[in-house]
């Protein structure tokens, strides 16, 4: 106990505190910053303020069903917005190859079709993308997509969802079941 007090009362004297002898000469004191003044000031340019030549930027379009199909995609209003480059869908989407699941020695949490098919897999599925010069280009095109669907009665209990899965080449990995790796301490 003696010589804890004593390291405190040491500390506690203005004694150096690092085990290499070295105090600050900083704390307490004004340091020159050289974009202060320009940010204090309002001046200064942000990362994000800076202006890239060829930059494009996307927009998703979701589905607002949770099961189905994509009967037919209004593209036309967003195709003639304003800085509209591009709008991809699963009609012109390059081939990809199905992802391999966690389960199999992949990287995927499942191997659904994403932007592949007119199936419709969950609410919130992306199923376009809208490529324009600006990210609010992008955003107002995205708005203007209009979708119709054949919808299909959802699976909302887990004993549908496994009836379903063994009747389907798709594979769902639940977040909750992937590998997780333990660590301890400073592993």
């Not at 917005?81 to 709008?87: N, T």
């Not at 007119?118 to 809208?130: K, R, T």
Request: glycine fraction near 8%; charge should be negative; aromatic fraction near 6%.
């Amino acid at each position: 106990m003696q010589k804890t007090v004593e390291t405190v009362v040491k500390g506690a004297s203005g004694a150096p505190s690092d085990p290499s002898g070295h105090t600050s000469n900083h704390v307490g004191k004004p340091i020159h910053r050289v974009d202060g003044q320009l940010k204090v000031t309002g001046k200064a340019t942000f990362s994000a303020e800076f202006q890239l030549e060829y930059v494009a930027y996307g927009a998703l379009v979701y589905s607002s069903i949770a099961r189905g199909r994509i009967a037919s995609i209004d593209q036309s209003a967003a195709a003639s917005a304003p800085g509209v480059l591009g709008i991809g869908t699963h009609e012109n989407a390059p081939t990809m190859n199905t992802p391999l699941v966690l389960s199999t020695g992949g990287v995927a949490a499942s191997n659904l079709p994403v932007m592949q098919s007119d199936e419709i897999f969950w609410n919130g599925q992306p199923f376009a993308v809208l490529i324009a010069e600006t990210q609010e280009q992008a955003d107002y095109a995205a708005s203007l997509v209009q979708v119709e669907y054949h919808q299909q009665e959802a699976a909302l209990s887990f004993d549908a969802l496994k009836s379903q899965e063994a009747n389907s080449t798709l594979t769902i990995t639940p977040c909750c079941a992937l590998p997780r790796q333990r660590r301890y301490g400073d592993q």
